[in-house]
């Protein structure tokens, strides 16, 4: 019955509420399982082939066109959150306001070659994650993850002896 009363909460606009504990401890949990199903798929589908949206095509060429020059493969608070560059984000935000729970909030690596840790988390909204993430897959910032993080391969030896 929490939980459900919970969701409820996480639907309901920001302006309802204030530092609510509660609210803020399902966020972050919120938060952490989709870095974690992120992760996840990160590691089990090649970054070039993962499709994270319907609309990443849009996504990207609006994103490369907004902000042609950023680089993604390590960034920063001060990188995303200068006065400037948050004005920027909320214009290219704004693109895709159609997209559901395009400005809710979520977690992003800093460094797209290291996992999700307290020290490689930035908090951003979701397009702006999308952007990011796709770019990242599709210039190739997330292969060394992807990689480094794969199961091992199972070999004969190994199968006949689990038997």
């Known amino acids: 019955m929490e939980l459900m009363h919970g969701a409820s909460l996480l639907s309901r606009p920001a302006e309802e509420f204030g530092n609510d504990s509660l609210v803020e401890e399902m966020w972050a949990a919120k938060a952490l ?7 996840n798929l990160l590691t089990s ?3 070039s082939q993962l499709r ?6 849009q996504i990207y060429a609006t994103f490369r066109q907004d902000f042609p020059d950023l680089q993604v493969a390590r960034l920063s608070d001060e990188t995303l959150k200068s006065a400037t560059e948050k004005l920027k984000w909320r214009q290219f935000a704004e693109k895709f306001n159609k997209m559901e ?3 809710y909030g979520t977690l992003m690596r800093a460094d797209a070659s290291k996992e999700f840790s307290p020290e490689n988390s930035i908090f951003v909204f979701r397009v ?10 599709r210039e190739g910032h997330n292969d060394a993850v992807h990689k480094s993080h794969r199961p091992a391969k199972k070999t004969q030896s190994t199968e006949e002896t689990a038997q």
Request: no cysteine; aromatic share 14%.
């Open 52 to 57: 994270l949206t319907p609309y990443d095509d």
């Open 45 to 47: 589908v090649p970054p």
């Open 101 to 103: 729970d395009y400005s």
């Open 128 to 137: 702006q994650f999308l952007a990011i993430e796709i770019a990242r897959n």
């Open 33 to 39: 399982e989709h870095a974690e199903v992120h992760f």
